[in-house]
């Protein structure tokens, strides 16, 4: 029986779900994330760096545990847990101000040149609104990694779909040319939303049985086209 080693761990990929704002819409993407995982039979572990109300503790808890972003006992579960299973990916939701001590603990721990040696990726999601702020903290992202990390943007228009500003920065075509994957995640209509999450129902459950979530008829339908197309997207950054 062959032995797990980090030389063995090619296929592991570990997805840091960030963008440094809050309110950009992390959690759903991670959210997202977790569905698409299910859906396509896809092995992975989750964690949430949101001690007061983590979106994957609560609507995917079967799957996610906590983890405090100030321990780094704690931050090296993700990279043991893509190392302890070949072919699993690792679901990080980082909460808004988590950015500063997971960079710490990826400088002082040598995170991207073991991910260079062993072989298993490491991806960020940079997740955006429309604003100036989204901006800026991509081109810190930029400037502090370059190629070093993958990237993929993440154009939430749950969140303004007017990226012009965006556009006119030059930093989107800065990390296109770093090799980023763009993708967008379009407007879903707010009362479906704010009904799948009163209930607390995964997006499973919400495409597969609305009356649970409190959606008619007509909310579950454009909750299962919004989610093909956000898997659609996915599907490209995963590839």
């Keep these: 029986m062959p032995v797990t080693t980090l030389e063995t761990?090619?296929?592991?990929?570990?997805?840091?779900?960030g963008?440094?704002?809050?309110?950009v819409g992390k959690s759903m993407v991670s959210r997202l994330l977790a569905q698409y995982f299910i859906d396509q039979h896809l092995p992975f572990v989750g964690f949430d760096t949101d001690r007061s109300h983590g979106a994957l503790m609560r609507f995917y808890a079967d799957y996610a545990?906590?983890?405090?972003?100030?321990?780094?006992?704690?931050l090296d579960q993700i990279i043991?847990?893509?190392?302890?299973?070949?072919?699993?990916?690792?679901?990080?939701?980082l909460a808004a101000q988590t950015?500063?001590?997971?960079?710490?603990?990826?400088?002082d721990s040598g995170v991207l040149d073991m991910a260079d040696v062993s072989g298993f990726s490491l991806c960020y999601w940079h997740v955006m609104d429309a604003g100036r702020d989204s901006v800026d903290l991509l081109t810190r992202l930029l400037d502090r990694f370059g190629g070093r990390l993958r990237y993929v943007l993440v154009l939430n228009q749950l969140r303004g779909d007017d990226f012009s500003m965006l556009e006119k920065s030059g930093q989107l075509a800065r990390a296109q040319a770093l090799g980023a994957t763009v993708i967008t995640i379009k407007r879903?209509?707010?009362?479906?939303?704010q009904k799948i999450d009163?209930?607390?129902?995964?997006?499973?459950?919400?495409?597969?049985?609305?009356?649970?979530?409190?959606?008619?008829?007509?909310?579950?339908?454009?909750?299962?086209?919004?989610?093909?197309?956000?898997f659609a997207e996915i599907a490209k950054a995963e590839a």
Excluded: C, N
Excluded at 65 to 74: F, G, H, L, N
């Design 9 to 17: 761990t090619s296929s592991s990929r570990v997805h840091l779900i």
């Design 19 to 23: 963008g440094e704002k809050g309110g």
């Design 65 to 74: 545990s906590p983890v405090v972003v100030d321990r780094y006992e704690a």
């Design 80 to 93: 043991e847990s893509a190392v302890e299973q070949p072919g699993r990916r690792v679901l990080v939701d």
């Design 99 to 107: 950015h500063a001590p997971l960079l710490e603990w990826m400088d």
């Design 188 to 193: 879903l209509h707010e009362a479906a939303v």
């Design 198 to 230: 009163e209930s607390s129902s995964s997006f499973w459950a919400a495409k597969s049985d609305g009356a649970g979530a409190g959606l008619g008829m007509m909310d579950r339908q454009r909750v299962k086209m919004w989610l093909g197309h956000a």
